[in-house]
């Protein structure tokens, strides 16, 4: 794989888009602790797909949420951009998340009354991007996922794996910096979930979009830039 390398010639390394730094979370459950995370450091290059394994029970959901703004760490650091996530309050997290980050989820989430566009069309209408801007950005996603002939059909009248690559196309609707993907193939039979690992890496590579997903799925060792494994709170290189 190419290494993290800036093209002004220099050679230097580009700065990573996501820095984790000594997180930890600890959950009470009754009088108990319970500790998700025990110190994770993580780095995530821009423009790469980066996969994060680990049994379940082992903190990849809660790591996830917690780079995406949903949730807060008991200690350490999440940079973004080397903006510290510490230092922003609900309404800059969420404009964080509608402009900057998009979410894909292992049950889809989609509106079931709504077409393809509009369940793409919405978000764009919830992140305040005007009328005409949203129908050409949402059409454009669609195509860019292999939907363009699907816009007007119904979830219910779709695959499992086009379901989850119209949810793909809504995270790319708002040109985001990153992407975070929880368990993207965990509904989907081996070959459809192929076929969406091979799209979330066309992602990194058309549009530069840095992808992070969380999965079970060993698949994704054939297709993302660097895999981790979470064990016992802690991340570290798989194999």
Known sequence: MPDDRDLTGQGEPLSPLVRVEALTRVYRVGAQEVHALRGVDLSLPRGKLVALRGRSGSGKTTLLNIIGGLDRPTSGEVYFNGL???GL????LTRLRRHRIGFIFQSF??????????NVELLLRIAGVKRQDRFQRARESLR???????????PDE???GQQQRVAIARALATRPDLILAD???GELDTTTGRQIFALLRRVTEVE???VLTVTHDR???EYADRVYELLDGRVKPSG
Not at 89 to 92: D, H, N, P, Q, S
Not at 149 to 154: A, E, F, K
């Open 183 to 185: 368990e993207p193939t």
């Open 144 to 154: 860019l996922v292999g939907l363009g002939r699907w816009m007007d059909h119904r």
């Open 158 to 160: 779709m695959s499992g």
């Open 89 to 92: 309050g609900e309404r800059e």
């Open 219 to 221: 698949l994704i060792d």
């Open 109 to 118: 989430a989609l509106m079931p009354i709504y077409s393809a566009f509009e």
């Open 84 to 86: 510290s996530l510490a």
């Open 208 to 210: 530069g979009i840095t």
